[in-house]
């Protein structure tokens, strides 16, 4: 089937071939205002970050506008003024939109891609109801809306050559990725050394201190999660990202949280092997791999020299594992 389908149990939609032709017409017009709304959106959300590309999807939005005229014009010419009210979601089949809230803070790489999916379903949609229909009126009608539709691509196209030169969506994808940075890896990474470095020395000395697995584990899954959600309202708390612009803070408290509580229990969960040494050897692995993929995050993301990057983190992570082993065998 070409577009997705709702459950089957979802008696109350209308079947994509149940609708006449003025309700294929009438369910066209709906889209079109609808995805010139999304894009009014999208250039709402970019216009402070990123003008050139909010410039693009207004305009795209003025083309959409465009068509649905274009659209109302023919629904009058052969059926009236009466248009029918259907919508994506009344029928079973057509593809979906995702509400404003979802949308509203989009990546920019990830806004293009969804503007690239829509006009395909778009192009989809009137391609597949053109096959559905028999009266030849309404199937070169159809057929026009498909070519229309495809021709949507290559508006987007020239209107982002037109608003967004080379040189300016550089300057724009290069501060997407600052943002991503600044919102997504810096507190993630300071996250995951917290709570990779920080647990070791609590987890190995009870380790060595108790040689008893199970309670091991159960001291390293209540650090890894205490030290998670202490990171996480921390990160969240101190800066609310207006001036510093490093985002949102909820985003940046989940990023830093979560990747906390990874990093306490990728040397925790060995530990539910009830075997000590292959749970210890096991957990010592595990903490090296911890520890140079933070040395490979900042030098990937951070631009730290590897070398560096290496002797602060393996080699600091390595003397807190020494100290947790001496202490638990004291």
Request: overall charge negative.
């Amino acid at each position: 089937m070409f577009l997705p389908f709702s459950p089957s149990f979802m008696s109350s939609r209308r079947s994509f071939d149940s609708l006449s032709e003025d309700e294929i017409l009438a369910l066209a017009i709906g889209a079109e205002e609808e995805d010139s709304r999304i894009y009014l959106a999208y250039a709402d959300n970019l216009r402070d970050r990123y003008p050139a590309s909010a410039k693009v999807f207004e305009d795209m939005a003025e083309v959409e506008q465009a068509h649905k005229n274009m659209l109302i014009e023919m629904f009058r010419s052969r059926f009236g003024e009466l248009i029918p009210l259907i919508r994506r979601e009344h029928v079973r089949g057509f593809y979906s939109r995702k509400p404003d809230w979802l949308v509203r803070n989009l990546p920019l790489e990830e806004v293009r891609q969804q503007a690239q999916v829509m006009e395909d379903q778009a192009y989809r949609f009137y391609t597949e109801a053109a096959k559905r229909v028999s009266d030849a009126s309404t199937r070169r009608l159809l057929g026009d809306l498909a070519l229309a539709e495809q021709g949507h691509e290559e508006i987007a196209r020239t209107l982002g050559e037109k608003h967004v030169g080379a040189e300016t969506k550089k300057e724009e994808d290069d501060a997407a990725h600052r943002q991503f940075i600044l919102t997504y890896v810096q507190p993630g990474l300071a996250g995951l050394m917290d709570g990779s470095v920080s647990t070791l020395a609590p987890i190995f000395a009870a380790a060595f201190a108790t040689q008893d697995t199970w309670s091991t584990f159960l001291i390293g899954l209540s650090a890894s999660v205490g030290a998670g959600i202490s990171m996480g309202f921390t990160e969240a708390a101190h800066d609310d990202g207006r001036i510093s612009g490093r985002g949102s803070p909820v985003k940046r408290g989940l990023a830093s949280g979560v990747m906390t509580a990874i990093g306490g229990l990728g040397h925790a969960l060995p530990y539910l092997i009830p075997h000590f040494w292959t749970a210890t050897m096991l957990a010592v692995v595990v903490v090296f791999v911890e520890l140079w993929a933070i040395a490979f995050i900042q030098n990937r993301y951070m631009e730290t020299p590897f070398t560096r990057a290496v002797m602060q983190v393996v080699l600091g992570g390595s003397l807190v594992l020494a100290a947790g082993i001496i202490i638990g065998h004291g």
